[in-house]
C-alpha cells in the first residue's frame, strides 16, 4: 500500500496572506456588529417579541450542522474501514472544529446577555436540551482534537479507530440534540417532530460534505496538488445520496403534516401562501438546494467536470442555509393556535397573524463573521499543519479504490 | 479585645447587636409576614406550596375594547415607562415593547360569536418554558408562579420559542428608568409575575384584578386554588371552565370560561 | 554612570513612592458619606469588616432568597441597602447610588469590579407601597 504523505498548504505567500487579510475583514466587522448588538440591544436587530430567533441563528444553525457533518469524511475511513479515505481525514477533522467554532460564536454573541456565559457554563438545568448541548459541543471539539492527534501523531495511529468511533457516535448526537432544539418545542406547529432530529442529521451529513468536498478542491487546485477522479468520483456520488436523503426526509416531514388536518394551515403557509418562506422554500431548499445538485451530481457528463461539482456543492449550501430559514424563521412567524376552533379578530400582541420579519444589517454581518472563523481557522490550520495530503491522484490511491 | 483606640469593639457590638435582636425576634409576631412600614407586611419566610395561585377569567363579562387590565399590568410594573428608542420606527417598537398581558378578541368559525379575553402567562404546573431553559433561570415558584430569575438569565430567548401562550417578552433596549418592585433590565426576559411583589407583601390581589373590577366589569378573579374557600375557587366550582390549549396538559394556573 | 548602590537606592525610593500614592487611594477611610443614613451608623447588617470583604456573597444569597423563596427582609434587600446609603443633593432628592464618587462607586472604581446590579435594579429609593410606584428622574441612567 502506498504511504500517504501530507504536507502544509503551499501557495504563495502573498496570497495566503491576502486571503487571511480578506477573511480578518469579515471577522473584524462580524466583531464589530456582535459589540453594537449587545451595546444597543436587540432593537437594532430585526428580531422581536414575536420572531426570537433570526438571522445570526440561521447561520449558526448551519454552521453546527455542518460541522458534525463535516466529520463524516474521517469517519467513514476510521469506522467503515474505507481505505481511500483515510488521507482525507486530517482535513476532515479540522474542518468540523472550526465550522462548530464558527457556529458557537454567533450563537453566543447573539444571547441577550452575552457577559453571562460563565453562568451559562456553570449553572445548569439538565431538562434542557440546550444544558445537553454545551456539553455536546465542546466535548466534540475536545474529542475531535484528540482524534486529530491520534491520527497525525503516527505512533498513535493504532488508536486512532477507537476514537474515530467515540467521535461518530458523539457527533450523531451533537446534531440529534440539535435537532431536538425544535423537535421538542410542544408550542409551535412547525417544530414539534420526532423527525427533525433525524432531519438535522441527514441535513449535516449533506452540507458538511459539501462543503469538505469544496474546501478540498480549493485547496488542491489552487496548490496544483494532484486530485484525481476516482476520488472525487466517490465523494460527489455520496454527496448526491446524502442531498436525496434530505429531500426524502423533508418530503416525510411534509407529507405527515397533510395527511392531518390538524397541520394544513401551516402547510399551506409553507408551501403555498407563505410569500417570501414558500419562495425560499421551493426555489432555494427544492429547487437550488436539491434538484439541480442531483442533476448536476448525476449526470453523465457534468458529474464528471470539477467545475460543475464545484457549482453543485455551493448550491447544496445555498439551498442549506435557505432550509434552515425555512425551518427557523418560517416556523417562528407562523401564529400558534391558541384557539384553533376560532379565528383571532384582534390582538394586542400579533395573535392569529403571520409574523413579519427582515433580517437586519448587524445580523447578516455577525452571521457572516461566523463562516469568516470558520474559514479563517481552516486556513491557518492547513498552512501552519499538515492536514492536506500532497497528492489525491488515481494511482496514488489505495489500490484498493480503483477496483 | 480591641486592638487601637479609634476602633470600636466589633466583638461587644456584636454581642449587643444579637441580643437586641433576639429581643425583637421575641416580640414579633410568630408568623410568616413581619409588619413593616405603614402596615406593611414583609415575607420573612420561604414560600411554601400551601398555597397556589391561580386565576378564572370570565369572557363574558371581558368588555369589548376595553384594556383596563393592560393598562393597570403595564403601570404596576413599570412596563409604561420604557421609551422607544430613537431611529426606531413604531411598528417595530409596538413587536419588541414588553407586553405581558393583552386583549385577544376571537370569533368562532361556525357561529360567528364574539369573544374577549386577556392573555398572560398562564403560570402552568408543568411548564414548556422552565423545561428548556439552559440556567434554570425560568423557574416554577413553590407556590405555582413562574417568572424569570433575571440574574440567571442569559437572554437566549429558547422560552420564549417553547411557550405555547406567546406570553414572554425580550427586554430590546437600554433600560432607564428602573421601578424597585420590578426591577429589569436589557438583555433578559420577563412575563407576567401574578403580580409577585404584591403577594409577598402579602396581599393577595393582582393589578389586573383591581383594574378591572374598578372597571366594573369583573372578569378576573386571582385568588389561591388550594384554598375551598377563596373566591376563585368557589367561582370554579360554580361555572364551567377550561384551559386554553389543555391537550398540552400543562394543568395552567389560569382558566377560562365563556370561551 | 552611576554606582549599583545608587541605582538600587533611586529603585527602592521609586517604589516606596508609588506605594504611597497607592496607600492614599486605598479606601480605609470611612466611605459612609455625607447626608446618606448610613454615615449616622455605626453598622447595620453585619460589621463593617464583613461588609467590605463579602458584600457581595450576602447579596448573591439574599437574591436567591428573595426571587425563588419570596422572602423579602427589608435590611437585606438591594432596595434596603440604597435607602441606606443612598445621599441627597442639595434639593433632598436622592443621587443615584452607582453616579461617580457615591457609595458603590468609591471602592468599585478604585478595584476595578464592574457593577452589573443597576442594568436592572433602580439607584434611587422609590416607593413601594404606591402601587404603580413610578421611577423618579433621579434614577435615569
Redesign the interface.
Known sequence: MKKTYFSEWGIPSPRYWALLALLAAFVGIGGLSALYMEHEGHWVTGMTNQVVWGTPHVFAIFLIVAASGALNVASIGSVFGKKPYKPLAPLSGLLAIALLVGGLLVLVLDLGRPDRLIVAMTVYNFKSIFAWNIFLYTGFMAIVAVYLWLMMEHKMNPYSKPAGLLAFVWRLALTTGTGSIFGFLVARQAYDAAIMAPMFIIMSFSFGLAIYLLVLMFAFILDDRPLGDVIVTRLKNLLGVFVAGVMFITLIYHLTNLYGTENHEVEAFLLRDGGIYTQVFWIGEVLIGGLLPLGILYHPVLGRNFGWIAGACGAVIVGGIAKVYVILIGGQVFPMALFPEKAVVASGFYDGVVASYSPSLPEVLLGVGGIAVALAATLVGVRMLRFLPTSLSNQDLDPQAAA | MSKTTDQPDQDRRAFIGKAAGAVAAATLAPGVFLHGVAGVEYRQEPVTDKVRWGMLVDSNKCADGCTACVDACNHENGLDLLEKPEGLSDDMWDQQIPKWIRKVTVKDKLSGRESNLPMLCQHCEHPPCVDVCPTGASFRRADGIVMVDRHTCIGCRYCMMACPYKARSFVHEVVEHKPTISPRGKGCVESCTFCVHRLDRGETTTACQDACSQAGHKAIVFGDLNDPSSEVSQALKQYPSRQVRADLKLNTGVRYSGV | MYGSEVKIRLLLAAVLAGAWALAGAAPDEDWRQGNSKAAGL??CVR?T?YMRRNHMELIEHE?T?T????????SKSL?GCIKCHVQYDAAAKPIPINSEEQFCDMCHEYAAVTL?C??????V??P??D?????GEG???
Do not use: L, M, N, W
Not at chain 3, 426571587?67 to 427589608?74: L, N, Q, S, T
Not at chain 3, 443597576?118 to 439607584?123: N, R, S, Y
Not at chain 3, 402601587?131 to 421611577?135: Q, S, T
Open positions: 455605626e453598622h460589621s469588616d437574591r432568597e426571587v425563588h423563596h419570596g422572602v423579602r427582609i427589608e432596595a452589573d443597576f442594568q436592572c435594579h433602580a439607584t429609593p422609590t413601594e407601597t402601587y404603580g410606584a413610578r421611577a434614577d435615569k441612567q
